[in-house]
């Protein structure tokens, strides 16, 4: 393990900088994107044993410790999306009330002084737990007028969407536990990165 | 397009309408005229339903097209439903994702590994 790397002794990094979201621009959303894509190949290499995938993780994890609050830009746009469809159209009063309501929650999750990676995770927890409303409502809806199958594929819809809150909750509650207690703060003085242990 | 056809049509004028789909069904006979039939599936098997010529195998005809047409309408609705429900959902998707690998490459990174594809436990480091 490299002893630059912040990620080795624990917590994902704090004081990462926050990218100014409204002006992530669309080629900055491409560009993570692809480095996404890239970790997931390495994460498959990984997990087949190949050990030398590691350290190229660490390296872009290292090298872009903005890459988690690119998607919390993501994050809030599936939530407008959602809350759009859930809403009526003009009915600023009931998506106010919504997004309150998210904002709320997203700060109870959170929590103060989280790092960007629980800052994404508890965005997800978020958005996931809106999809269930959101399908949970429209079955309730649609349920007197729908067909055997067309109730049989709401059903699905409604089950992959708890799953995926599950799995959410899960991995905030795992990256909290495996990193409790052990919270690292990266300093960069004169372009070099110091971390230090909380 | 049939819902303004009022009056008793022959299958022959029919073929005027650019529903085809009325046309399903009719049968020639050998000693002439023409003879309504459908198809339905009962207990997996197809049986032939012989609905007769004349006013009742026109106005049968008609009902069918009709009921054919609510299917198809109805089906496209919900296609379309469907499809407007996917491309909303391909946002959390990507999110989902996105998070899945950023969680998993951050603990692979700080020395974790998936025990069975399951449980996260800490790498053990070689004794020196």
């Known amino acids: 393990m490299s002893p630059n790397n912040s990620l080795d002794k624990g917590r994902p990094m704090e004081g990462s900088p926050v990218p100014e979201l409204v002006t992530t621009s669309k080629e900055e959303i491409e560009a993570s994107e692809k480095r996404v894509e890239k970790l997931q190949d390495l994460l498959r290499l990984a997990e087949k044993g190949q050990e030398d995938a ?9 090298k872009h410790p903005d890459l988690a609050w690119r998607f919390v830009d993501v994050a809030h746009v599936a939530e407008d999306a959602l809350i759009e469809v859930m809403t009526k159209e003009g009915d600023l009063a009931t998506k106010e009330l919504i997004r309150c309501q998210l904002e709320a929650m997203r700060k109870e999750i959170a929590g103060k002084n989280c790092s960007p990676l629980e ?11 809106l999809e269930v409303q959101f399908f949970e409502t429209l079955y309730a809806q649609d349920m ?14 409604l089950d992959r969407a708890h799953r995926r809150h599950l799995s959410a909750i899960r991995a905030l509650a795992q990256i909290r536990k495996l990193f409790k207690g052990t919270a690292i703060t990266q300093i960069n003085i004169a372009d070099k990165q110091i971390n230090t242990t909380a | 397009m049939l819902r303004f056809v009022h009056r008793c049509v022959t299958p022959c004028q029919l073929h005027r309408f650019p529903n085809r789909s009325v046309d399903m069904g ?6 002439g005229g023409l003879y309504y039939t459908r198809s339905k599936k009962v207990d997996g098997r197809v049986i032939r339903e012989y609905v007769g010529g004349g006013t009742l195998g026109h106005l049968t005809a008609l009902q069918d097209a009709q009921e054919r047409l609510r299917r198809e309408e109805e089906a496209a609705l919900w296609n379309e439903e469907r499809e407007r ?14 998070t899945e690998v950023l969680y998993r490459a951050t603990l692979l990174s700080a020395g974790y590994r998936r025990h069975q594809r399951g449980e996260w436990r800490r790498k053990r480091e070689p004794k020196q």
């Open chain 1, 54 to 62: 590691v350290p190229e993780i660490r390296q872009i994890l290292s």
């Open chain 2, 26 to 31: 009719w049968e020639k006979r050998d000693r």
């Open chain 1, 119 to 129: 800052q994404l995770l508890s965005e997800r927890v978020v958005v996931t737990w």
């Open chain 2, 85 to 98: 429900l996917e491309a909303l959902l391909a946002l959390v998707e990507q999110l989902c994702e996105a």
């Open chain 1, 144 to 157: 007197p007028t729908l067909t055997i199958p067309q109730a049989e594929h709401h059903q699905k819809r």
